[in-house]
Every structure is written in C-alpha cells, then in structure tokens.
C-alpha cells in the first residue's frame, strides 16, 4: 500500500499526511488505530444484546459487519494483501478488551476451565478467518458469509452448553 493510496482515500495530497507524520508506518499505524477504535465502538454498541448468548451473537455479526463494511481499513488494521503488520496484536487493543468481556461471561454462563483469555482468542480466531475469507474473495458473497458466521457460533454455543 503506497502513502499516495492512503492519501487518495482520505481525501489529501501524499505530502499532507508527511505534514503531521514522519513516514509510511507511522501513517498506517495512525490508521490501523484509528481502525482499533471504531472497531472497538462497533463492538461495543453490539455488547448492549441482552443475553450472554445473544450479546455473542451479536458481537460476532458486527465484527465480520465492519470487515466487510470497511474491507481496506481491515486490510491495514491486520496488515493483509502486503500491507506490513505494525503495532500490537488486536486482542491487546480497545477491542480486545471488548472479546475478553465477551469471552469472561461466556466462561462464566458455561462454567468452562479455560481462561477467560484463551476463548477471546480463539473467538478472534474465528472471526478474523471469516472476515478474511470474505476479504479475499475466499468465500461467498456477504449474506451467505454472515449465515456462515452466525451458524458456525451457534455451534460454538451449543458444544459450550454441552462442556461438564
């Protein structure tokens, strides 16, 4: 991804964005924050579900919804289709902390041994491989992706009810 991309995106000229930042990286890593944080608030706008189950549900469509709806922000975010990966890893930012609260009350309702961690993990895990099966052209169009989604955590949901 060249600066003079990011720049068309946003509306500028290459030499604006040097204006208020160094280089290439912290240009993208200015943008994959950015990325973080509106991810974190779409997330978090899924979390007011009422229901563990549902608020799960609810969270998982809105992940894969942002991805789609914001395919070249994605991109940056996790550094995909060449795009260097910069910064931490997404479970250590705004909307990690939103997966862990997701994931804590998921190990609470099911009892489960694991670590509250480990789940938002592995939730992240599965949302981030659909959103770059979608991303890549990997999978069916947006309605089917999201039907995929949806049965795939309530399959995850269902061996979680099963668990001792």
Do not use: W
């Not at 997330?43 to 007011?48: D, G, I, S």
């Not at 995909?80 to 909307?95: E, F, H, K, N, S």
């Not at 949901?157 to 001792?164: D, E, K, S, V």
Request: hydrophobic fraction near 45%; charged fraction near 25%.
């Amino acid at each position: 991804m060249s600066v003079r991309r990011v720049a068309a995106r946003v509306g500028c000229s290459a030499a604006a964005l040097y204006q208020y930042l160094p280089d290439k990286d912290a240009i993208l890593r200015s943008i994959a924050s950015d990325g973080e944080n509106r991810l974190a608030a779409t997330l978090r706008a899924a979390t007011a579900e009422p229901g563990r189950s549902r608020r799960l549900r609810a969270v998982a469509r809105a992940y894969l919804t942002f991805a789609l709806d914001n395919p070249e922000l994605y991109r940056v975010m996790h550094g995909l289709d060449g795009v260097p990966r910069l910064g931490r890893l997404l479970t250590d930012g705004p909307a990690g902390a939103i997966l862990r609260t997701v994931a804590t009350a998921m190990v609470e309702k099911h009892h489960l041994a694991e670590a509250a961690e480990d789940v938002a993990e592995r939730l992240l895990a599965l949302l981030h491989g659909h959103a770059t099966l979608a991303l890549t052209g990997s999978a069916a169009d947006r309605e089917r992706t999201l039907h995929l989604l949806a049965t795939t955590v309530d399959e995850v949901l269902r061996g979680m009810a099963r668990r001792p």
